[in-house]
């Protein structure tokens, strides 16, 4: 399949055995279609920690396409680019540049579970253009978000896992490639950006920049940086319209991703720390510093408000001090570097019509909710049920905006839908391919609307393959949490919107579970529930019952107004919300025609240039 | 989209309401890719009892495609003819030839829930030749076994569900004309036919013919007619090598399956009978007549056996009674008409190398294995263990060249999987679409070899939406089975590997139902296990503990050299097998090009003769 005219192996691996690197110059580029008009890439974002691989692209919703812009700085002998469900080189959909020394091609593949690259029998990314810049190869090329292929991605709102691969040297065929004897990485990011007309910002419009104070970073793979800031005093009632990152030039392949929490109004003062959030020496006050202002992460863009709404901040009653998190991300465990990183706020003294609120949805912090050992995809739902939005939204409803989902380490999908009338009618916000390391707040491509008596439903996916205990809910970083953080206008008293399964039910799934099984499951009164989860036998009866008890089981509802006081009512024993109708997953659209797809690899004319 | 040249709707209607039949006449062609040679359609079946439509067609493996030839012998102002899941003409894949009164049309379309036509973005029924004949007008038209287009049907192994529908009357555009309001039918058909060499037949090979005495069908919708028949006294132990249906002409639409059994060897006689099955009058010995010698259903062709095997029947032991059964399907009720079809039996002396034989796989006919009733599709599934074929088979093991599916009415999918060192292996026999209204011996592809310590596990699906209560196996036509025939030589002694769960673990989960609910099921020690299944309050969680403790709890074997006499063993409280790997369900496979497809409608010149 992949016949092409090859050179002796002996002579391309001669060719790099010279030790001369071989720079491969395109001097015709094969093209098909168009190339997009002047400065067509909005977004941005380095591959590598090194920084050579420069991804730029766009979206286009009509087209249902992205247009992706590759900049090579230093090509070797070629390179894979492409997407994978997790960061992983096997199973990947795959473009791949690669020579044989004599020519150079340019092929839609895939990896097999093995690693091995093979062909693609469509060849559904198409190369626009190959183009010798100043600052190195530029490949222009474009992907339909569906293919008909099954071996391909299907490119779907959230978290796109990029992966990249460095050919160090010839290969005499395509299937000689294998991505476990190469250089190769991932980084995630949001490739569908939502297509939201930028809001004006008011004319009397001020910045205010909470920056690391000249960071070390520190020579470890992970840091969570903590530095606490403090508002000017006397710092009057705010509106936050928009923020933005800043970047200290040259660690743009480090700084991973960034938050402004606000500390809770309670604290006269917050001692002033700056040094890793896992430090024995942080304040055990930052730790109530939870609320967040904004947060940005690799590949994001400024963030807006809508029009019509901003985030308050200052004034009465709210906390002065601000703790910002940076997460530097250095797997090259580079020493010596400093910086100076942050987010820039936008702030505005003009209050905006409307305050905007954040809405806790999903599972309550709690033991109860637990997933089994060794589940590959263990889903998780938690409750905002009809009862409390009928009691504390008003009758005019909310508008959600934007929304941070967030789990812990063995999270791997989460979804937010909205139900009306038993009846799934829109989703709020999906990630098929959620990580707990790339959370990120991100705008609706439209707001949705929650009115009173709505009911919104959380899901999270987990994957505890590589446990052997039960992972129960908490705020252990061991532990799970199954959280949207909803950014919504207007403000209401609603912090809070989750649930848990009724702790009764729990106990009869514990006892139902020692009837079944030889082993005795520990039900005496005094032990815990995480110490009774720790003694479930586990096995595909146990396993399946938990998951039909929490399909069925009563649950207790959190109806907050903040994290300790509950809006008034019975909350305990609930019925699950019933839902008569749910909505599809999304799929691949299948172009109608696809008569434009090359049939195989398109062949690049090269030359060599050593230096 | 179809916005084709269209005359008044007034003017085609008048046309029509001259209540002169419009006969169109296909004067030119619009060919595309060539028409396969002569005779070419080996498979034949007549679509409605009035038998104007006419089906031929032929599979290639090679193209993955299959041609049709319809012939319409009394065309009025169109039809249309496709596939559905289960022969609803809502959500079905269809091609349409309609006029508008001026032009006449072929689509490749599709129906909507509310039976609405639309056309398919994807053209993948292609024309290949529309030709006025003697007989009618002859389509011939290709269309491949899988498409991309989500809204086609995947054609694959097993029973195919063919649609048609009748128009009387122009409309003026496809989107006009909704399926409710014409004339439509289904004829299931085994679309798929396996590419199977045909053996060769001894030279001396004689027939013998079973079949019906001249019987009057009766008028009503459905009958089985029993007939016995038997076997010269005296008759020799002789190998059946093939057989091959008989039907009377003119009744080829209503002549839907017929089924030879041999009554069991212990009787000295069985009282002759003619009549239907369910009279009364039937003598009780019929029911101990059950051992399949042959089975022949519509669509069907000549059944052989392969060439080193031939089943064994006349001689010492054997009962010399047969049981004719035929299923006469008359919808349109028509009365007076008489007929003999049969099956006619071709048998040697010359007794080939081995005996074929029949072994039951799936589930024991026992209530414990019960569906929750409102199930769309409740799985349920039978073993044939590791120890068992260790124990009954040869070393050498077994083929099984040909299955016969079978369950009651609840029945919708039917799957046999081998599995060997806990890994499925093969697929035996696959019918996603499954109707126990078309259950006929099926030749496999390729026969399945089984050797000691292989396990066979056999899975059915069942839709009760509309019952009540639960539905349990057993013999009963409301009670469920769950059955592979599988036809296999060597013959061995092993005649039943099926499997039950075990009772003990059943009586667990009644009493569990009972301390999870407020109502009392019944766990008197007198009430049988369909009461006890009666009296569950059926929710999400009991369903879903059921499923759970028929996916974990023990089973009970049915390893048996006959119905009743087990294999020397403790076949009680085995445990499950343990698969841990899955094969996948098949999926369609995307041609690499599609440049071929037209995007449209194929216009056809057309001319009007009045008759």
């Known amino acids: 399949q992949t016949d092409l005219s090859r050179p002796s192996v002996r002579e391309a691996a001669s060719m790099y055995g010279t030790a001369v690197a071989i720079f491969l110059v395109i001097l015709v580029a094969a093209l098909q279609g168009s190339v997009p008009p002047e400065n067509p890439f909005p977004y941005r974002i380095l591959l590598d920690p090194q920084g050579t691989l420069e991804l730029s692209w766009n979206v286009s919703y009509v087209q249902e396409a992205v247009h992706f812009r590759l900049l090579v700085r230093e090509l ?11 960061g992983e080189m096997e199973n990947a959909d795959l473009v791949v540049l690669w020579t044989n020394g004599d020519s150079a091609y340019f092929a839609d593949a895939w990896s097999d579970q093995k690693g091995q690259i093979h062909l693609d029998t469509q060849q559904d990314y198409q190369l626009l253009q190959a183009q010798g810049t100043p600052d190195g190869l530029a490949l222009l090329f474009k992907r339909p978000f569906g293919t008909c292929d099954p071996k391909d991605y ?3 709102d959230g978290t796109v896992h990029l992966v990249y691969g460095i050919l160090e040297q010839p290969f005499p065929s395509l299937e000689a490639i294998n991505t476990s004897s190469l250089q190769t990485g991932l980084q995630r990011v949001q490739l569908l950006k939502p297509e939201v007309p930028v809001p004006k910002v008011p004319a009397d419009t001020r910045t205010m920049e909470i920056r690391a104070p000249d960071v070390l970073i520190p020579g470890q793979e992970t840091t969570y940086w903590c530095y606490i800031s403090e508002l000017p005093r ?15 030039q040259g660690n743009e392949a480090l700084v991973h991703h960034m938050e402004i929490f606000q500390c ?8 002033h720390f700056s040094g890793a959030c896992d430090s024995r020496m942080k304040p055990e006050r930052l730790n109530y510093c939870r609320h967040v202002l904004a947060a940005w992460a690799l590949g994001a863009k400024a963030f807006y408000y809508p029009e019509e709404a901003g985030l308050p901040f200052g004034g009465e009653g709210s906390s002065r001090f601000l703790r910002l998190e940076v997460h530097y991300h250095n797997p090259l465990k580079i020493q010596g570097r400093r910086d100076s990183s942050g987010i820039r706020l936008y702030y505005t003294a003009t209050l905006r019509r409307f305050d905007a609120g954040i809405l806790e949805l999903g599972l309550v912090y709690t033991p109860v909710m637990a997933i089994p050992p060794r589940e590959p995809a263990f889903v998780l739902t938690g409750y905002c049920t009809d009862k409390c939005t009928q009691l504390a939204l008003p009758p005019s409803g909310i508008h959600i905006f934007a929304s941070q989902l967030h789990t812990h380490l063995t999270g791997r999908k989460v979804v937010t839908v909205l139900a009306r009338d038993g009846r799934e009618l829109e989703v709020v916000n999906r990630d098929n391919h959620y990580s707990p390391h790339f959370q990120e707040i991100r705008m609706l491509k439209k707001a949705v609307s929650v009115f009173q008596g709505d009911v919104l439903i959380t899901s999270c996916t987990y994957n505890t393959e590589d446990r052997k205990l039960a992972t129960v809910g908490g705020f252990g970083i061991l532990e799970e949490m199954c959280v949207n953080y909803a950014h919504y206008y207007p403000q209401t008293q609603l912090e809070l919107c989750k649930s848990a399964v009724d702790a009764g039910f729990l106990q009869k799934y514990f006892h139902l579970v020692n009837r079944f099984n030889s082993e005795e499951v520990c039900t005496c009164p005094q032990a815990s529930v ?23 089981a009563p649950i207790s509802m959190h109806c907050n107004k903040s994290s300790a006081v509950r809006f008034q009512g019975e909350w ?23 008569a434009q797809h090359a049939s195989g690899p398109t062949v690049v004319s090269i030359g060599h240039s050593r230096g």
Chains 1, 2 share one sequence.
């Open 76 to 86: 070797k002998a070629g390179l894979l680019f492409g997407m994978s469900d997790r």
């Open 154 to 156: 299907f490119i779907e």
């Open 234 to 248: 006397g710092f009057a009632r705010h509106h936050i319209v928009m923020y933005e990152p800043i970047i200290t």
């Open 264 to 271: 809770t109004g309670g604290f006269e003062s917050v001692p």
């Open 530 to 552: 995480p110490q009774q989860f720790a003694s479930v036998p586990w096995n595909s009866f146990s396993r399946d019952v938990l998951a039909a008890l929490y399909g069925f």
């Open 572 to 594: 305990d024993r609930q019925p699950l919300p019933e839902i008569i109708s749910t909505l599809e997953e999304p799929t691949p659209r299948c172009p109608a025609s696809q």
